[in-house]
């Protein structure tokens, strides 16, 4: 079992940058594909983005694509979400995940066998 933590979100403006970590310890960090994930008041739990072990690939939800870089530092056990170019309907808390097995992606939530306890991240018109 992998323990996940997050940081880093807060209050910003339309238009501007956050940058989200997400710090693990536990279980081996470097062979499992990453992800974030968010959750709006009253929606279901979204895909934002995701990194595969080894390469380091990303893969992107499309309300994301050019605006949110992810990233991974496996010597440091770290995740970061750098977001960009912010919109109001950005708002939501969001989640970094480690998927179940080193086959699976994230891009499900089924397949997330770990969740963080979440960072708010709330964006101003």
């Known amino acids: 079992q992998v323990q996940l933590v997050e940081s880093g979100g807060g209050l910003v403006q339309a238009g501007g940058s956050l940058r989200l970590s997400c710090a693990a310890s536990?279980?081996?960090?470097?062979?499992?594909?990453m992800g974030w994930y968010r959750q709006a008041p009253g929606k279901e739990r979204e895909f934002v983005a995701g990194?595969?072990?080894?390469?380091?690939?990303?893969y992107y939800a499309d309300f994301v694509k050019g605006r949110f870089t992810i990233s991974r530092d496996d010597a440091k056990n770290t995740m970061f979400l750098q977001m960009n170019s912010l919109k109001p309907e950005d708002t939501a808390v969001y989640y970094c995940?480690?998927?179940?097995?080193?086959?699976?992606?994230?891009?499900?939530?089924?397949?997330?066998?770990?969740w963080g306890q979440g960072t708010q991240v709330s964006v101003s018109s």
């Open positions: 536990g279980r081996s960090f470097s062979s499992y594909d």
């Open positions: 990194i595969t072990w080894g390469s380091a690939t990303p």
């Open positions: 995940g480690a998927a179940t097995s080193p086959y699976m992606t994230v891009r499900a939530p089924s397949s997330v066998g770990s």
